[in-house]
């Protein structure tokens, strides 16, 4: 364990053994830990709603009570934290929802949509990040310019919504997920606006083009604290315009309200033994090598199963052709990694059609994470009893053997391979489990 939080820190550095000085054992630090990174995540898309209008008072006070919970001297007991844990599970639920009303709300209802991925000559804008608000107040403020915006990284899904999507500036999509942001960059050659995380420190060879919003802020770029984007429109008509470069077409959009408009069909061909699985493949995308574990698995689903993905992690398994079945493309992006509120509603929908509970349907969850938002995501998951979630590509370090080994004999928590460090968890090979 690490915890220095407090005054009596071993030797005023840290306490690091198994029990700190105070007598918190490193399994309670481990559950403090998770509620803390988890409530990050959770208050990140809480951000995001409540941009969009969208909040709710339980869930501020929930935030209160579980900080509470990690102070000095509050909590020595394992049972109350993990009960915690799944409470904020269970509140990130609620966040998510109110996100994706939020969402579908502002900006219409998502439908597939074909982007196009490249860019067309002439001034533009790169904005990535989650924040689809941000997306909006660009596309508005350069309304009456020449100038196009693309999307980057988790923006991608901006384009299922039809007011977004149909802006007369909206360019189209362009590159890949956050951890190619710098080759990405310099190769875009107008300025770029980064809502949220994940954002790299920039190096000098597009720093200057680099503005950032609100609390995200890098060195060498530039921090906008409002609304105004201006500097921005201003550099993009400075900069040297875009070639005319058309990469591929691509679709998204298949939000939980499409796939629940055809939750009759999907049904029907269930029980007729047409769809042999659904998997949920998503999350994170990052620049370990074990992230192939994920591309790998996703190439080996059968033919007649169809994947459902959300989150960066799609970029780690779009570039394949999965083809189509019954008519619905194989490979489906549901959205942003947010968008997980949707994955859990159309599983609910398909338990309450086959009368049966989510973990006895044809579904497996193979998650990849990276961050905080992903920790919160994972807790709803679990707090929804969800079992046998595969999670990878490296355990979280902050988890102890003894957490994991809770998690495992709960719900069935399993680890991909690493490479690197692992619990002593089951390990499951690349292969689609069916
Ligand atoms: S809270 Fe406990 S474990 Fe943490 S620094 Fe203080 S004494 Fe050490
Ligand atoms: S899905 Fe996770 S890793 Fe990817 S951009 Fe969003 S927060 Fe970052």
Redesign the pocket.
């Known amino acids: 364990m690490f915890c220095n939080q407090c005054e009596q820190s071993f030797r005023g550095t840290g306490c690091v053994d198994r029990i700190g000085v105070c007598g918190k054992d490193e399994d309670v630090q481990s559950l403090q830990e998770m509620i803390l990174y988890g409530l990050k995540g959770m208050a990140a898309y809480a951000n995001h709603a409540r941009r969009l209008g969208k909040t709710d008072p339980e869930v501020s006070a929930f935030i209160e009570d579980a900080l509470f919970a990690t102070m000095t001297n509050v909590n020595f007991d394992l049972a109350s934290l993990f009960d915690m844990a799944m409470e904020l599970g269970r509140m990130n639920l609620r966040v998510m929802e109110m996100l994706d009303t939020g969402h579908v709300e502002a900006f219409g209802k998502p439908q597939p949509t074909e982007v196009y991925e490249g860019t067309h000559a002439g001034p533009g804008i790169l904005i990535t990040g989650?924040d689809l608000v941000d997306l909006w107040d660009l596309l508005r403020q350069v309304e009456g310019t020449d100038i196009k915006v693309y999307t980057h990284?988790?923006m991608l899904p901006a384009h299922m919504y039809p007011k977004l999507a149909q802006h007369s500036n909206m360019g189209g999509h362009y590159g890949t997920?956050?951890q190619d942001q710098r080759r990405q960059f310099e190769g875009f050659s107008g300025p770029i606006v980064a809502t949220t995380?994940?954002i790299l420190i920039p190096p000098p060879s597009y720093a200057n083009r680099l503005f950032t919003v609100r609390w995200v802020a890098v060195p060498g770029g530039q921090r906008l604290k409002g609304n105004d984007l201006s500097p921005v429109i201003a550099m993009a008509k400075q900069c040297p315009p875009l070639p005319e470069k058309f990469v591929k077409h691509s679709t998204v959009g298949f939000h939980r309200g499409v796939l629940l408009d055809n939750a009759r069909t999907i049904v029907d061909a269930v029980k007729a033994g047409k769809i042999s699985r659904f998997y949920v493949i998503g999350?994170?995308?990052?620049a370990e090598p074990g992230r192939n574990y994920f591309s790998d698995y996703a190439q080996s689903t059968a033919g007649d199963s169809f994947i459902l993905t959300l989150?960066?992690?799609k970029y780690r398994i779009r570039e394949h052709d999965y083809g189509t079945h019954l008519g619905f493309p194989r490979l489906m992006d549901m959205g942003?990694?947010n968008d997980a509120y949707g994955a859990i509603a159309v599983a609910a929908a398909l338990a309450k059609a086959f009368d049966c509970s989510v973990n006895e349907l044809p579904l497996t969850l193979v998650i990849s994470w990276?961050?905080q938002?992903?920790v919160a995501v994972l807790l709803t998951l679990l707090s929804l009893g969800i079992k046998g979630i595969t999670l990878g590509p490296n355990p979280p370090a902050f988890v102890t053997p003894g957490v994991f080994q809770i998690l495992q004999e709960k719900f069935d928590l399993k680890l991909t391979p690493t490479q690197g460090r692992s619990h002593s968890g089951s390990i499951r090979l690349p292969v689609a489990q069916n």
Do not use: L, Y
């Open positions: 989650h990284g988790e997920a956050w995380n994940c999350g994170c995308d990052g989150g960066c992690g942003q990694c990276f961050e938002k992903a």
